[in-house]
């Protein structure tokens, strides 16, 4: 299974980005293999607008079915949903630690987009 | 015809009053087509209380995606600029409503599984009131395509001795989209710091399409001259003034035109009119 972490740098140390349209990396994380990759997401930090649905389909494509993150907003959300892509809340830690988190069952799911702009 | 458009930065300086006003004074012996493109916000029907004769949706171009011929390239996704198509390995997620109807999507798709379809964005309602004909566009809720709407009010133009356009506020796309191809823009402003500050964008963009500029200065009284000596130093006309006046706002908040109850405001149209050679000659 592949677990997809917006974050603000390359490294598996890195923190973990709340925002998921914009953050700078997707780190993509195999829980089979124990490997981790980086996603530059730079390309949508500089979009003027729907950053998150290219981060979601960016996600779609690498093949991840979860997404850590502060929180997704209702159009990314529509992609991931189509994708069979859960979302979980994690705070301010280290991707590293969010996947830890997540794995000891400590995320809870975001089931919907709530009142964030689209 | 004469095309004159009425655009400021800064909202609430009153160019529907103005546009309106102008309508009221200039349709005693022309014929005068007023169009609202302030479509996120027309309110000049407010001022004008036009019979409404014809209404109905005004539609514009999406995708719409054939799955069964779509292998989710994803070839569609990269060429849109706007991110309104997403693909995911099995299925393509639209969003219409940030869609700019640019086609590139139906261009690019190798399969031919994108067509386009008709989607609402917005409405317009046709009809007069007097000798004053009169168009409005009303944008949709949560719709992005302003540019298109007023594009598409501006269609709509008809005969007439004179074309009043009410544009909607600011200095960016839908700004633009209301004045382009017009004979003149009143840039109508308050001589405050937010009237000048908001105005001297306005006039930079009206300057860079070559149109030609006028302003009027509504509120006259209050604030300072600056909003005066900058007009004088960027070579924009003065086209008139309108005083400060409790009667104005009064006849406004009721939705009563001050054109028919304040004297002086009937005058500062006159005199608008006159500075912008809009006038019949007698």
Redesign the interface.
């Given at each position: 299974m592949k677990i997809a972490i917006s974050s603000k740098g390359a490294a598996p140390e890195s923190e973990v980005d709340p925002r998921f349209g914009r953050a700078a990396f997707l780190l993509v994380f195999d829980t089979e293999t124990g490997s981790w990759s980086a996603l530059d997401n730079a390309e949508a930090q500089e979009l003027a607008h729907a950053a998150g649905i290219r981060a979601a389909e960016a996600v779609c494509r690498s093949g991840a079915k979860t997404v850590l993150s502060g929180h997704v907003g209702p159009k990314a959300l529509a992609v991931l949903a189509t994708g069979g892509v859960q979302v979980f809340h994690c705070g301010a830690m280290s991707a590293l630690s969010a996947v830890e988190a997540f794995r000891n069952g400590r995320l809870a799911e975001q089931q919907d987009s709530g009142s964030a702009p689209a | 015809m004469m095309r004159i458009a009425v655009a400021s930065g800064k909202g609430g300086t009153g160019k529907t009053t103005v546009a309106t006003g102008l309508a009221l004074y200039l349709s005693r012996r022309q014929s005068v087509h007023v169009i609202d493109c302030d479509v996120e916000a027309p309110n000049a029907a407010l001022l004008l209380h036009p019979a409404i004769f014809l209404a109905g949706p005004v539609m514009r171009p999406v995708p719409a995606i054939d799955e069964s011929r779509c292998d989710h390239c994803?070839k569609c996704?990269d060429a849109c600029r706007?991110?309104?198509i997403?693909?995911?390995?099995?299925?393509v997620?639209l969003?219409p409503e940030?869609c700019h109807s640019c086609g590139g999507c139906t261009e690019v798709c190798p399969r031919g599984a994108i067509t386009e379809r008709p989607r609402a964005i917005g409405e317009f309602a046709d009809g007069s009131v007097g000798k004053i004909q009169f168009t409005q566009g009303s944008l949709n809720a949560?719709e992005t395509a302003t540019v298109a709407l007023i594009r598409a009010v501006r269609q709509m133009e008809r005969e007439a001795d004179v074309l009043l356009l009410d544009a909607p506020p600011g200095a960016s796309c839908p700004m633009i989209a209301a004045v382009e191809d017009t004979d003149c823009v009143v840039l109508v402003t308050e001589p405050t710091p937010f009237g000048l500050n908001d105005l001297r964008i306005a006039a930079e963009a009206v300057r860079r399409m070559d149109l030609r500029a006028g302003v009027v200065i509504n509120r006259d009284g209050i604030g300072d001259a600056r909003v005066d000596r900058f007009c004088a130093s960027a070579g924009l006309p003065v086209l008139g003034r309108i005083a400060e006046d409790r009667a104005i706002a009064e006849a406004y908040s009721r939705g009563e035109h001050p054109f028919e109850t304040v004297p002086a405001f009937r005058a500062a149209m006159a005199a608008i009119a006159q500075s912008l050679g809009a006038e019949a000659s007698a």
């Open positions: - | 994803g996704s706007f991110n309104a997403a693909v995911t390995a099995s299925r997620v969003f940030i949560g």
